[in-house]
Structure formats: structure tokens, C-alpha cells
């Protein structure tokens, strides 16, 4: 299913001009030029404008989240990815281009990959997760980007997929083409409850759905994903951690009780949110 004949959609941060790949880099008829690196992703964030030197998840997170994607705990949201794009592909013409904002280390685009032909693209602020997503998947095209700025051409992508990822609407307008879709996975009140109540002594258990993208998309589906799901030792224990935002807010403390459990039953509680560019 590879398609690398086909013309990128990508746009040259410096100039917003197309991008082509030529054999060692990506190139802009204005002459900027940016190297493809061993792995096979390209970085195209503009550095004056990178808020950390380090930005995104960091190598520790990355290598966490590929050794508990790998083991297939988190397939029931693959297939429901899956199954969510290819009943929402129909009014394509084709070659499809699709693009996850936030893409962390490929495991998700690489299964939306598998299932139709077209061009993929995973875009990610962390340079981690660039380099660790491309020497796996060499069919889809790895970018280190910020998804304030998505690096496409105006009109030029099919479908937007996130997935626990950050996601900015008027970025998101820019790129897609008219009825383009979006596939966004939020998780819900419940999700992950059993991690949350071990580091935490009060867990917030809201259950409004938040962040629906009103701005300039139309709300055409949701779907809701409940399962359960063992952990079976420490070490899945500590990697689901590190894969999540509470990675970055607990003390040693609240780790603590965390190290010590040898398996832990958790749920998973997700909302897929399908959205169209309608006007
Ligand atoms: C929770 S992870 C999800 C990764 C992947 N979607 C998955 O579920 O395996 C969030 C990802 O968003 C990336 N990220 C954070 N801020 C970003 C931004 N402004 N632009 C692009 N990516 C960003 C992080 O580096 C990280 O890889
Ligand atoms: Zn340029």
C-alpha cells in the first residue's frame, strides 16, 4: 500500500509553498530544504518558535507507550478507530490523505494504514516520538510539527485523527479539504479510574464530556468504548503511568503506592467524536 510516487501535501514552514521529497530531503521551489533524517521523519518545526528545547513527550514516555502499544492491550481502540474511518471513507476520491495529529510512536496510524491505501502522515511535536515511530513504520511519513501550526498545504488533508493528543481547532480548518473528517478519541470520566485512585486521594469523577470541537465542525457521530483490562505486572503498571499526563504531574510520593502493586484491573472509557468540515 505504499505511496511514495505520489505528490506530498506537506508545506514549507518557512514559506508555505509544496514540499517534495527529493532523495536525502524535502524541498520548496524557494530553495529551503530540510533533510530527511536515518530513521526516515523530517523535522519542520521552526525552531524561533519552539516554546522548549525539548518539546512533546520525552524518550521515557516514548519507549513506555511503544512497550505497551506493542503488546496489543490498547487493540479494542485500534479496531474501533478502524472500523470508525473506514465507514466514514465513502465520498472520497481517492488518493486519501490522512493525517494523526499527535501521533506519539505510530501505533494507531500504522493500523489505519493496514486497512486502506492512501498517503499517511503522523504529525508530532516530539522529536522522540518522530525518530521511534519511523524505524518501525516506513510506509507513513513522520513529521516533527506543532499542531498550532499543522505543516500542510490549505484544503489538502481527507481525514484528522487524534487521539489523547492536543488538538487546535483553527489549525485543523486550514488544513482540511471541504467535508473533510475528523476522528477524535477523548477519554471519559472513567477512564483509567483504578491508575487515578492509586496516585490520587480525591479523583475527579465529572462526567460532562468536555472539549467538543464547536468552532467550525459539525458533530456527525460519537461512539463510546468500555472495557476492562488487566495489568497483568509492574512493569505494564508503570508503562500505561508514563504514557499518561499523569506522567508529568505526580511526586515520588503518590508513585510510591503505584511501585508496589504487581497487577491492577483498570478501565478504559473513551469517546470517539467523528466531526465533518461541512460549509
Ligand atoms: C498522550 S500522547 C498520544 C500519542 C498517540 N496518539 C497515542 O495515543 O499513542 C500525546 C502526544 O501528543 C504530542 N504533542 C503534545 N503537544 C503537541 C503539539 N502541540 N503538537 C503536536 N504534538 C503534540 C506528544 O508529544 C505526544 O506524543
Ligand atoms: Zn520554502
Not at 524557494?30 to 521552526?46: E, M, P, R, V
Not at 469523577?205 to 476492562?228: A, E, G, M, R
Request: hydrophobic letters at 35%.
Amino acid at each position: 500500500m505504499s505511496i511514495a510516487n505520489n505528490p506530498s501535501i506537506l508545506s514549507c514552514p518557512v514559506c508555505n509553498t509544496s514540499l517534495q521529497k527529493s532523495q536525502k530531503s524535502y524541498n520548496c521551489e524557494n530553495g529551503h530544504n530540510f533533510d530527511i533524517a536515518k530513521q526516515g521523519y523530517i523535522n519542520l518545526l521552526n525552531s524561533n518558535k519552539k516554546s522548549s528545547f525539548d518539546p512533546g513527550d520525552n524518550k521515557n514516555m516514548v519507549d513506555a507507550r511503544r512497550n505497551f502499544l506493542e503488546q496489543g492491550f490498547y487493540k479494542p481502540i485500534s479496531d474501533l478507530l478502524n472500523t470508525t474511518f473506514l465507514s466514514n471513507l465513502p465520498h472520497f476520491t481517492n488518493p486519501l490523505q490522512i493525517a494523526e495529529i499527535g501521533s506519539g510512536e505510530g501505533y494507531y496510524i500504522n493500523g489505519l494504514r493496514d486497512c486502506h491505501a492512501g498517503n499517511y502522515y503522523g504529525i508530532d511535536i516530539s522529536k522522540h516520538a518522530a525518530k521511534t515511530a519511523s524505524t518501525k513504520y516506513n510506509n507513513i511519513t513522520f513529521v516533527v510539527a506543532n499542531a498550532v501550526e499543522l505543516p500542510f498545504l490549505d484544503n489538502s488533508v481527507n481525514v484528522l485523527t487524534s487521539l489523547f493528543s492536543p488538538f487546535y481547532e483553527e489549525s485543523a480548518k486550514k488544513v482540511l479539504t471541504k467535508n473533510g473528517i475528523i476522528i477524535q478519541a477523548v477519554p471519559l470520566s472513567n477512564h483509567l479510574l483504578e491508575l487515578r485512585q492509586v496516585l490520587y486521594k480525591e479523583v475527579n469523577i465529572n462526567s460532562t464530556p468536555k472539549n467538543v470541537l464547536t468552532q467550525y465542525f459539525k458533530l456527525v457521530d460519537t461512539k463510546i468504548l468500555n472495557h476492562s483490562l488487566k495489568l497483568p505486572d509492574q512493569t505494564t503498571i508503570q508503562n500505561i503511568f508514563s504514557m499518561t499526563p499523569h506522567y508529568w504531574k505526580t511526586s515520588p510520593e503518590q508513585i510510591r503506592e503505584l511501585s508496589s502493586l504487581q497487577q491492577l484491573d483498570v478501565t478504559l472509557e473513551i469517546e470517539f467524536r467523528i466531526y465533518i468540515n461541512a460549509d
